[in-house]
């Protein structure tokens, strides 16, 4: 048995026939996998509930600039509660910042919003509350049911693109036109 791939700082994109609403044409930066499981954070679902002015003022963050073009993203089902800052690299937290990608980081703590609220956060990032995982095997086992398509991250899908383009734009860095895509898996 040879040893599985670590996929994190790749993209999950989601096949036609998911059969989870919440997974639906999503994409999925992987933040973190291994034998012990996966997280990672869906990029291009927007919440209905909650924007950003409104999230810092929750918090009492006092911001300096305008964030009403910021949504706050779906990240996934587990830990709703809980938020995570995708960003570029030019900003660490003194806490503690993930480095998902040479390109892309992730920091968890309260300090990035802070930051932002001052006009001292990273050049590029988004917001995402919650996040989707995965137990050990779990992911392999609905990447080999034909759940999802795997490809390299793309900084400009994560942060430049409105949500509505990137999966489209995610299946285009495979050479996959939407059309081309069927519920149905297969094997040779």
């Not at 992730?106 to 932002?116: G, P």
């Amino acid at each position: 048995m040879t040893a599985p791939t670590n996929l994190t700082g790749h993209m999950l994109i989601a096949m036609p026939g998911m059969g989870d609403p919440r997974f639906e044409h999503s994409v999925i930066l992987l933040c973190d996998h291994s034998d012990e499981g996966a997280m990672g954070l869906i990029i291009n679902k927007s919440s209905d509930d909650l924007d950003m002015p409104t999230l810092l003022s929750q918090l009492s963050i006092d911001v300096k600039d305008d964030f009403e073009k910021h949504p706050v993203h779906f990240g996934g089902p587990v830990e709703m509660g809980r938020g995570f800052v995708l960003h570029s690299p030019d900003y660490k937290s003194l806490v503690t910042t993930l480095e998902v990608r040479d390109d892309i980081h992730m920091t968890a703590t309260q300090d990035i919003l802070e930051d932002l609220g001052k006009g001292e956060g990273p050049e590029k990032w988004m917001m995402a509350l919650g996040y989707a995982g995965w137990g050990a095997g779990q992911l392999e086992g609905e990447i080999a049911e034909n759940g999802w398509l795997i490809c390299d991250a793309v900084p400009s899908i994560v942060f430049d693109l409105p949500d509505v383009a990137k999966w489209e734009a995610a299946l285009e860095t495979l050479g996959v036109g939407a059309l081309a895509l069927s519920a149905e898996g297969g094997r040779a």
